[in-house]
């Protein structure tokens, strides 16, 4: 066998899935290789992710303990605590840190250029790096996260019925899924303004208030918008940010059930959709606009 | 004293010229700046529409509350301003062996990691503050005491002196991790504590927490003693408070030197 031979693209399906198996592979070791380089500064920040829940732990205990009602919006003290914590397992599905900055970088300094002459799919790849980046995040999450909730169960409900659960996990991924695709979407802006990180920016900001992490959007129903009958909640409702924290908290809590329950999975499965297309369009139009920067 | 003051205002100086140079960017920098800030005022009236104060009992209805946010406002952008640019450059040159360039100056290597870039935008939040604590004060239950007027700006140096000792303690923790990517993150986590009022952490797990953060990390004292002063009537207590606080902010100053430059003595260049 020749070198040229040995080095030719596999042929046959389970060769070219064996070939796909290894790439993953490959990119999972050299994440997880980066992760580990900086252990201390790793385990630090996953750590200090459970800080903020402190204060707010004792901030709504606070409030709590000035009102002589036992409930704020349909959720009691406990019921906050729990919340809060679980819309940290939410962003940990749906963050994506430095994805809209970074495929705007490549597109400024040029290094984007590379994956429009070689057979990658970028968005794909981009996935796979993701998956792949949030995998090892789990990996050595999982323990610090397990501990945080075993110490704090007392907050909890009763585990849900496997229905809620099933419905749970599954807005985890459309959580994923639609967090990554409006960050791409975001990034690929690059292609017409080259710098985005205002944009970011506000995106962040919006995203952050709008889609519970800060409170739960239930706290909202009380506030008018200068329509009759129209709260901010119902407005915030409409958009998609709100499946990024505050639903798959919401669905553990029972906050949502029935067909309501199923009513917004498909919302979210169709803002997962909408954002897959718009991502889509956004690097077909910009690709034939870009001009290679840089060397 | 007067050459380093010198040295920092032409620091200061070639910092405003450079973001004159992009006053787009200066300006988008301070709206988004201002941005944050308000959508943590909207939370604050949020929590306002269902109690009446922060914790019962304790003094911090709405106006009172707003002086205390005002005065974290106008401690934080200080801090934000004058330390946190240079200290974030610091992680970066460890990790890079840019270190080495300073550490040959012929000056204090403190100074100059501490204080050579100024971020000119992070004002905006600190006059913000000042509009908000110019809101509060007509409004508070009881007009502030002369003596309690005095001793703010006093009490704001020693927060600010606090928050820098802690800057300076976390970026020498760069030198032993080899990098420090959290630092900012850590440092808004560990500023998170001072921006509610003391009183919220009660209970079993809340006493033992603010004793810590009282006593062996004084970041409670940061903003709660200040607002306290201007807030709240004086009471005997105050001057134990106003004279622990300016202990603390020398202690915190004293230590942070010290932690600074033992990790300095463990530096190793990175450079080839």
């Not at chain 1, 597109?107 to 968005?123: A, F, M, T």
Request: charged share 10%; net charge positive; proline share 5%.
């Amino acid at each position: 066998m020749t070198a040229a031979a040995s080095h030719s693209p596999p042929s046959g399906f389970l060769a070219r899935r064996l070939q796909a198996l290894r790439v993953w592979w490959t990119m999972l070791v050299i994440c997880l290789e980066e992760r580990l380089v900086y252990r201390g500064d790793f385990v630090l920040g996953t750590l200090m992710r459970f800080l903020p829940i402190v204060t707010q732990v004792f901030l709504w205990t606070a409030v709590f303990g000035a009102t002589s009602t036992g409930s704020i919006a349909g959720y009691s003290r406990n019921d906050i605590v729990a919340y809060y914590l679980l819309t940290m397992v939410s962003r940990a599905f749906s963050s994506m840190p430095g994805l809209a900055s970074g495929i705007a970088r490549s597109i400024r300094d040029g290094s984007i250029k590379k994956y429009l002459v070689q057979p990658v799919d970028y968005v794909g790849y981009l996935l796979a790096a993701r998956i792949a980046h949030k995998l090892v995040y789990y990996a050595v999450a999982t323990l610090p996260f397990a501990g945080v909730f075993l110490f704090c169960r007392e907050y909890f409900p009763p585990i849900p019925d496997w229905t809620t659960i099933g419905a749970f996990v599954l807005s985890l991924v459309l959580s994923f899924l639609l967090g990554f695709f409006m960050e791409a979407t975001l990034g690929m802006l690059g292609f017409w303004f080259l710098e985005v990180s205002s944009i970011v920016f506000a995106y962040m900001l919006v995203q952050y208030m709008l889609s519970g992490h800060m409170f739960p959007l239930d706290m909202l129903r009380g506030i008018p918008t200068g329509v009759a009958g129209v709260s901010v909640a119902d407005v915030v409702r409409f958009l998609p940010f709100e499946y990024t924290a505050y639903f798959p908290a919401a669905v553990w809590l029972g906050k949502v059930q029935g067909a309501e329950l199923v009513r917004s999975l498909l919302v979210e499965a169709a803002w997962v959709g909408v954002m897959i297309v718009a991502c889509r369009i956004a690097w077909w139009r910009g690709t034939r606009r870009y001009s290679a920067f840089g060397g | 004293m007067t050459r380093y003051l010198s040295i920092f205002l032409t620091f200061a100086r070639a910092c405003l010229v450079r973001d004159m140079t992009f006053r787009a960017n200066f300006v988008l920098e301070c709206v988004t700046s201002l941005g944050w800030m308000a959508m943590n005022l909207a939370f604050y009236l949020l929590v306002f529409t269902f109690t009446p104060e922060i914790g019962r009992g304790t003094g911090w209805t709405k106006e009172p509350f707003f002086a205390f946010v005002a005065t974290g406002l106008i401690i934080n952008s200080i801090v934000q301003a004058l330390f946190m640019p240079s200290a974030e450059e610091l992680t970066e040159m460890v990790r890079t062996g840019g270190l080495d360039g300073i550490l040959v100056q012929p000056l204090d290597a403190q100074f100059l990691l501490s204080m050579h870039r100024v971020d000119f935008s992070a004002f905006a939040n600190g006059l913000v503050g000042v509009g908000l604590l110019a809101w509060a004060i007509p409004r508070l239950p009881q007009v502030p005491h002369p003596v309690a007027i005095l001793l703010y700006p006093l009490l704001i140096a020693c927060g600010v002196a606090i928050l820098y000792s802690l800057v300076i303690m976390l970026a020498a923790a760069t030198i032993h991790l080899g990098r420090n990517q959290s630092l900012y993150d850590f440092w808004f986590y560990l500023t998170n504590f001072s921006r509610y009022p003391a009183e919220i952490y009660s209970g079993p797990w809340g006493g033992p927490l603010r004793a810590l953060c009282t006593f062996v990390i004084p970041i409670l004292l940061v903003v709660n003693v200040p607002a306290r002063v201007i807030a709240q009537p004086l009471t005997g207590q105050g001057g134990m408070m106003v004279a622990g606080t300016v202990f603390a902010a020398g202690a915190a100053l004293g230590i942070s030197r010290w932690v600074f430059l033992a990790a300095l003595s463990k530096y190793r260049s990175a450079s080839s």
